[in-house]
């Protein structure tokens, strides 16, 4: 059975520190995603991620993805209120259709 | 407004007594897959579809029949419903279910079977 593991599984931390998430596989993905989760809602995409070494920016997030495309990680600076949610870590492989999603990691950040 | 919609949102139902969630896009997408997510087990894939009469098992398919006759129409069919299969379901959809493309989600369909 392929995994995803996810850490942590839950982070509540007062706003204006910084945090990270980890996603890790003994499996290596063609890409991975990372999404947020509000309460009653689907997961929605923050960011693809599918050259091992690469990193992407998305406004106070940094994702990176490890050199051998086996472990993923998700950096916040300065987390806000807003940043509050599920944050859940999905990858691929090159057969297609199967998406395999970390248990998920609960975030709370408190003003 | 480009969406997956899911139906019903809520559902509680009897052991036994068959049931249909159904899911639609509106994105003329190829791929769609269902998911149930568990607190602690996040989403697990229970199927998915690369296109239109092609189905495939994802992790955790056990108690659970799906159909693509349409593009858009992707229904998840419980045909004995079972407590343990009480969840919150997940429909989603992407253009090619390679991995690259953004999964577009329902909002969730929570089950519970007594």
């Known amino acids: 059975t392929q995994l995803l593991e996810q850490s942590p599984q839950f982070l509540s931390i007062q706003e204006g520190e910084n945090l990270t998430v980890y996603c890790n596989s003994s499996?290596?993905?063609?890409?991975l995603q990372w999404y947020r989760q509000e309460p009653g809602e689907g997961p929605v995409l923050l960011v693809t991620?599918?050259?091992?070494?690469e990193v992407k920016k998305l406004k106070r997030l940094t994702f990176q993805f490890g050199d051998a495309r086996k472990d993923s990680s998700l950096h916040i600076t300065a987390a806000q209120p807003g940043d509050t949610g599920l944050y859940l870590c999905?990858?691929?492989?090159?057969?297609?259709?199967?998406?395999?999603f970390g248990q998920g990691t609960e975030l709370s950040v408190k003003p | 407004e480009a969406q997956v919609t899911q139906n019903p949102r809520y559902l509680i139902t009897v052991t036994g007594k068959k049931l249909t969630v159904t899911c639609s896009q509106n994105?003329?997408?190829?791929?769609m897959s269902w998911y149930r997510q568990d607190p602690g087990l996040g989403l697990r894939q229970i199927y998915y579809?690369?296109?239109?009469?092609?189905?495939d098992k994802g992790d955790v398919p056990e108690g659970y029949k799906v159909s693509r006759k349409e593009k858009r129409n992707f229904p998840l069919i419980l045909e004995s419903p079972s407590p343990n299969q009480t969840s919150l379901y997940f429909c989603?959809?992407?253009?090619?279910?390679?991995?690259?493309?953004?999964?577009?989600f329902g909002n969730g369909t929570r089950l519970t079977v007594t």
């Open positions: 989603a959809s992407s253009l090619d279910g390679d991995g690259n493309s953004p999964l577009h």
């Open positions: 991620v599918v050259t091992g070494g």
């Open positions: 499996s290596v993905f063609s890409s």
């Open positions: 994105m003329n997408h190829e791929y």
């Open positions: 999905a990858g691929a492989w090159n057969q297609g259709g199967k998406l395999i």
């Open positions: 579809s690369m296109n239109v009469e092609v189905t």
